[in-house]
């Protein structure tokens, strides 16, 4: 069965640069969310999507936005990236109700150097 | 490999009745091991970790390093426990996410 993917799994940046980070969820699902978790930390969550709207917010940094496309892939974009920025970021997707279980996509790790 | 196992996707119990959710992981270390919560349409929330012991909303979980076990248990389930359940695993710098069990309290 499709999984969420995530793209690219793994990404190196310097400081300063910007990066986008692209999700895809489970066919049909419509809704898509957004976490960072730092070396040793929690994941933290930034931001969500419903129907191509954003419909939660997190501890997303202003230097960052996403967005979800009509095809309901989403693409979290970086900039003036920063050392304290390099993390795992992974996304989940899920279906609305009835069923609301989320899946979670592999991450990406991000390096910022 | 590492891993996180959730055997059951959907567990259905009457309200007042005693709930245990399964959680088994595999894992060459120690790891931190949690339990996630997420309720419809809401984004995922910590529910506990192993390493504070602590109490949640009545939510326990003891970790079995000898069993590789990490269940989360209520005694007396309430309608407003209906939710995801997730259990996951902290380690080699990674996260690990069981696939989820539905929890559903009937009244």
């Known amino acids: 069965a499709a999984g969420v993917i995530q793209s690219p799994r793994h990404l190196i940046k310097e400081k300063r640069e910007t990066a986008t980070l692209k999700c895809y969820p489970i066919?049909?699902?419509?809704?898509v969310y957004w976490y960072q978790q730092g070396p040793g930390q929690d994941p933290q969550f930034l931001i969500s999507?419903?129907?191509?709207?954003?419909?939660d917010k997190g501890s997303i940094p202003d230097r960052f936005s996403a967005q979800q496309f009509s095809d309901y892939h989403s693409e979290l974009n970086m900039s003036s990236l920063e050392l304290g920025d390099s993390a795992l970021y992974f996304c989940?997707?899920?279906?609305?109700?009835?069923?609301?279980?989320?899946?979670f996509g592999q991450g990406t790790r991000l390096t910022v150097v | 490999a590492q891993r996180v196992t959730q055997p059951e996707k959907l567990l259905s119990v009457f309200k007042g009745a005693p709930v245990e959710l399964k959680c088994n992981y595999s894992?060459?270390?120690?790891?931190?091991l949690f339990w996630y919560v997420q309720y419809s349409r809401q984004r995922l929330q910590l529910l506990l970790r192993?390493?504070s012991r602590e109490s949640i909303k009545g939510f326990t979980a003891d970790l079995n390093k000898g069993e590789t076990s990490f269940h989360l248990k209520k005694p007396f389930a309430q309608e407003e426990d209906s939710a995801m359940y997730y259990c996951?695993?902290?380690?080699?710098?990674?996260?690990?996410f069981g696939s989820g069990t539905k929890l559903n309290v009937k009244p």
């Open positions: 989940a997707s899920s279906l609305g109700a009835p069923r609301d279980e989320a899946f």
């Open positions: 066919p049909r699902h419509d809704t």
């Open positions: 999507f419903y129907e191509k709207m954003q419909s």
């Open positions: 894992y060459s270390g120690s790891p931190e």
């Open positions: 192993h390493i």
């Open positions: 996951a695993l902290s380690g080699f710098n990674k996260f690990y």
